[in-house]
T-cell receptor, first 108, second 113 residues
Framework: GQNIDQPTEMTATEGAIVQINCTYQ??????LFWYQQHAGEAPTFLSY????GLEEKGRFSSFLSRSKGYSYLLLKELQMKDSASYLC?????????FGAGTTVTVRA | SQTIHQWPATLVQPVGSPLSLECTVE??????LYWYRQAAGRGLQLLFY??????ISSEVPQNLSASRPQDRQFILSSKKLLLSDSGFYLC????????????FGQGTRLTVV
């Protein structure tokens, strides 16, 4: 089975940094994805990790440790528009399984 | 470039009525196709996935079924809707056998009344 855990909510101040953790226990592993989802909209792709280490894309970075079943998404220089739900997803055996998502609220 | 179309965007249906949601992909061949449901304030629940024409894998037993009559067409159906079928339904595709991002359709907000 699949078990993907991430915190339910996080709050941070505009301009700050927030780290969203994701732990997973899955029967296989072919990659880990992070998606952003604004209320009422479809998820949009943020990052993909298949090897251990840090992937950086502008203000967003994602880290993976396969041996620990752990990933995090780092959001730097937070902006109000970053208020959204962030979804961790594991890909294996053609299936893409999602965690429940972390709602991030950015305050002025 | 690849695009994914999902329709309708919103739907209000009475309990006991049938359902048919359609999803089509353009610009790619032999994609993996997925149907997800998202209840209000919740994560995405994988309902069905397909790796080829006529090949459907169901993740959870429920009142819904899926079909893939053509390579780039994925249909979600129900013969009789229940109130609990209300939710946000999302279709997605990814490249077969390759871990790439999954591209999502715009979603269908279904309300069963």
């Amino acid at each position: 089975g699949q078990n993907i855990d991430q915190p339910t909510e996080m709050t941070a101040t505009e301009g700050a940094i927030v780290q969203i953790n994701c732990t997973y226990q899955t029967s296989g592993f072919n990659g880990l994805f992070w998606y952003q989802q604004h209320a009422g909209e479809a998820p949009t792709f943020l990052s993909y990790n298949v090897l251990d280490g840090l992937e950086e894309k502008g203000r967003f970075s994602s880290f993976l440790s396969r041996s620990k079943g752990y990933s995090y998404l780092l959001l730097k220089e937070l902006q109000m528009k970053d208020s959204a739900s962030y979804l961790c997803a594991v890909f294996n055996d053609y299936k893409l399984s999602f965690g429940a998502g972390t709602t991030v609220t950015v305050r002025a | 470039s690849q695009t994914i179309h999902q329709w309708p965007a919103t739907l209000v249906q009475p309990v006991g009525s049938p359902l048919s949601l359609e999803c089509t992909v353009e610009g790619t061949s032999n994609p993996n196709l997925y149907w997800y449901r998202q209840a209000a304030g919740r994560g995405l629940q994988l309902l069905f996935y397909s790796v080829g024409i006529g090949q459907i894998s169901s993740e959870v037993p429920q009142n819904l079924s899926a079909s893939r009559p053509q390579d780039r067409q994925f249909i979600l159906s129900s013969k009789k809707l229940l109130l609990s079928d209300s939710g946000f339904y999302l279709c997605a595709w990814s490249s077969l056998g390759v871990s790439t991002e999954a591209f999502f359709g715009q979603g269908t907000r279904l309300t069963v009344v």
